[in-house]
């Protein structure tokens, strides 16, 4: 990836872990003092964290412990998104989620798609 911008650096590795199948994990990465957070699916919620070039610090309050299909992981997104409705900020963007509920919440999500 030399040669290229920080941007294009991560659309490049976006776009490459998107190819591996059975590898993706939902995460939630949050600031608990402005009281955002973020749920989201990557193949690596770490790298994803830091690829994001946020204003401000962010931390990842959950990793899924095992990792699914795209597909399945995003049945698993989209059931959060609409549980979590009520605090949609924006897109993928929450206020005042609780990591234990959210864990909660995914583990229950989770064991609906087995």
């Avoid at 193949?43 to 699914?68: A, G, K, N, Q, W």
């Avoid at 929450?94 to 087995?114: V, W």
Wanted: overall charge positive; some cysteine.
């Amino acid at each position: 990836m030399e040669g290229m911008s920080a941007k294009q650096a991560c659309k490049q590795r976006t776009k490459k872990s998107r190819g591996i199948p059975g590898e993706y994990r939902l995460y939630l990465l949050g600031n608990e003092h402005f009281n955002w957070y973020k749920i989201g699916v990557s193949s690596d919620p770490r790298r994803r964290m830091e690829d994001l070039h946020l204003p401000f610090v962010i931390s990842l309050l959950y990793s899924s412990p095992m990792t699914f299909s795209m597909k399945t992981v995003w049945h698993i997104e989209k059931s959060l998104h609409e549980h979590y409705v009520s605090n949609r900020l924006q897109h993928e963007w929450f206020h005042s989620i609780d990591a234990e509920d959210f864990k909660a919440q995914a583990d229950l999500a989770i064991q609906r798609l087995r």
